[in-house]
């Protein structure tokens, strides 16, 4: 068995799990503020998930949302990044919208992307090089768009931020619309699908991007952060990710423009 098939495997009964414990009871605790939200879920998912790698893969080295690797910096060898529920909030109160997410890394490369959509039952995966699928059905190449007939994926609370507004305001008013999912897992499956032109957002960690960046990457689009740069997958960072002409005509008309902004804020979430 190869570590795309077992991985495939693992986070398919992963999601069956899930779904028992949801039925036994979900129990909440907040983390850096109120509405940063941990579940037994989480916890119990990431557990699963990383102790069966470990048993199974014991040289492979894992980076998890809820403890696991944080302080990992080297690239040799296999590296698994998971987000055992992505979309807790959403998990809490609306008890769907959200996903598991694995990215599998060799020696700092993408080797493989899973996104499991557990309440539709939907699983996104690619293995680099060999298309991106929906379950078993292979995803067509992504579709370019500008940013006048594009929605684009945005949280509205970044709206508000003072210097933040100014950068990503006129990006929804030149756009066809906006929409906020609340899980950046299946936000970047709805760009890979089309059903977003991109999406957009000044922070976020890479267990949140690192499986669903493969998956759209192997349909043709571009996952960056708002300058252009390769994304890390040992650190925060600004994220855009959206079809190719999208991607170029918001690093263009919007970033690069605001450049003071976007670096101020790329340094913040180094430190």
């Given at each position: 068995?190869?570590?795309?098939?077992?991985?495939?495997?693992?986070?398919?009964?992963?999601?069956?799990?899930?779904?028992?414990?949801?039925?036994?009871?979900?129990?909440?605790?907040?983390?850096?503020?109120?509405?940063?939200?941990?579940?037994?879920?989480?916890?119990?998912?990431?557990?699963?998930?990383?102790?069966?790698?470990?048993?199974?893969?014991?040289?492979?080295?894992?980076?998890?949302?809820?403890?696991?690797?944080?302080?990992?910096?080297?690239?040799?060898?296999?590296?698994w990044?998971?987000?055992?529920?992505?979309?807790?909030?959403?998990?809490?109160?609306?008890?769907?919208?959200?996903?598991?997410?694995?990215?599998?890394?060799?020696?700092?490369?993408?080797?493989?992307?899973?996104?499991?959509?557990?309440?539709?039952?939907?699983?996104?995966?690619?293995?680099?090089?060999?298309?991106?699928?929906?379950n078993?059905?292979?995803?067509?190449?992504?579709?370019?768009?500008?940013?006048?007939?594009?929605?684009?994926?945005?949280?509205?609370?970044?709206?508000t931020?003072?210097?933040?507004g100014?950068?990503?305001?006129?990006?929804?008013?030149?756009?066809?619309?906006?929409?906020?999912?609340?899980?950046?897992?299946?936000?970047?499956?709805?760009?890979?699908?089309?059903?977003?032109?991109?999406?957009?957002?000044?922070?976020?960690?890479?267990?949140?991007?690192?499986?669903?960046?493969?998956?759209?990457?192997?349909?043709?689009?571009?996952?960056?952060?708002?300058?252009?740069?390769?994304l890390?997958?040992?650190?925060?960072s600004?994220?855009?990710?959206?079809?190719?002409?999208?991607?170029?005509?918001?690093?263009?008309?919007?970033?690069?423009?605001?450049?003071?902004?976007?670096?101020?804020?790329?340094?913040?979430?180094?430190?």
């Amino acid at each position: 068995m190869t570590v795309y098939e077992f991985a495939k495997g693992l986070i398919l009964e992963a999601g069956i799990n899930v779904k028992k414990i949801m039925k036994q009871g979900i129990e909440i605790e907040t983390k850096s503020n109120p509405n940063d939200l941990v579940t037994n879920v989480d916890k119990a998912t990431e557990k699963y998930i990383f102790d069966n790698i470990k048993q199974t893969y014991p040289e492979h080295l894992v980076i998890g949302e809820e403890g696991h690797g944080h302080d990992l910096k080297d690239e040799s060898g296999i590296v698994w990044v998971i987000d055992p529920i992505d979309g807790t909030l959403n998990f809490v109160h609306q008890k769907e919208n959200f996903a598991i997410s694995i990215g599998i890394f060799n020696d700092g490369k993408p080797y493989a992307g899973f996104v499991y959509d557990v309440i539709n039952d939907k699983l996104y995966h690619a293995k680099a090089g060999e298309g991106a699928f929906e379950n078993g059905n292979l995803l067509p190449a992504i579709q370019s768009s500008p940013l006048s007939t594009s929605i684009i994926g945005i949280n509205p609370n970044w709206l508000t931020k003072p210097r933040l507004g100014e950068v990503f305001k006129p990006i929804v008013d030149e756009a066809r619309s906006a929409r906020a999912y609340g899980s950046a897992a299946l936000e970047i499956i709805h760009v890979a699908t089309g059903k977003l032109g991109g999406y957009i957002t000044p922070r976020l960690q890479p267990w949140d991007f690192a499986g669903g960046l493969i998956i759209l990457q192997e349909v043709g689009g571009i996952g960056t952060d708002l300058m252009g740069n390769i994304l890390s997958i040992y650190e925060p960072s600004s994220i855009v990710m959206a079809n190719p002409q999208l991607h170029a005509e918001l690093l263009e008309f919007h970033f690069q423009k605001n450049n003071e902004i976007i670096e101020t804020l790329q340094k913040r979430l180094k430190h």
